[in-house]
């Protein structure tokens, strides 16, 4: 990078702090009751170079990056550790553009669905991202076909699809559970293609 030109590094360094305090507060907020380690725990899960880099991916900023040409060569669009530091500069250019309230705004949008709990299980949505991405570079869309039983008894039913394959179908109590079902049922057929493929 030529002198004088900005670097997104000092921008890493801001968007890192503006995050971490973001979801502390975010979880202090949802989780009124739960310890100072739960708690920590949960942002050590949420605050990590691979959910970063989903993000990134999330919103488009792999094709937005200025790499050279030996990174660009390397894959660098799709390293984990450069998506993690471009999203971390961006939250950062939004805090030093317009604040801590905007930037606090967009970390909450960008990560409610992450936030599972200090007793959270495992996230199949985030790992199917994951993978979806790097099998095929394509997001899974998820589709809810069906809602049946009374209101306090409610099943949700939802079919997802990776590159237009259907991988599956999950059913939970609520819409997030049924995707969560469905996410699992897709990395199983993932996983049983791969080891029917060797």
Do not use: C
Request: hydrophobic share 40%; charged share 30%; glycine share 10%.
């Amino acid at each position: 990078m030529a002198a004088g030109e900005p670097h997104y590094e000092r921008l890493e360094f801001l968007g890192d702090a503006v995050l971490d305090l973001a979801i502390a507060d975010l979880l202090m907020r949802r989780f009124p009751e739960a310890k100072e380690g739960a708690l920590s725990k949960e942002r050590a899960s949420i605050v990590n170079g691979r959910t970063l880099a989903l993000k990134a991916l999330e919103i488009g900023l792999g094709r937005k990056l200025r790499l050279g040409k030996g990174e660009e060569k390397s894959g660098g669009r799709d390293k984990t550790s450069i998506l993690a530091a471009a999203f971390e500069a961006v939250i950062g250019a939004i805090y030093t553009d317009a604040g801590l309230a905007p930037a606090k705004g967009v970390v909450e949008r960008l990560f409610t669905d992450d936030i599972g709990g200090p007793s959270a299980e495992r996230d199949y949505k985030t790992e199917l991202q994951e993978v979806a991405y790097r099998r095929f570079r394509a997001q899974p869309v998820y589709e809810l076909v069906a809602a049946r039983g009374p209101d306090h008894a409610k099943r949700f039913t939802t079919r997802i699809r990776v590159a237009g394959r259907d991988l599956g179908m999950g059913e939970g109590g609520s819409k997030k559970q049924s995707e969560q079902a469905a996410a699992r049922a897709a990395l199983d057929r993932i996983e049983q293609d791969n080891s029917e493929r060797n």
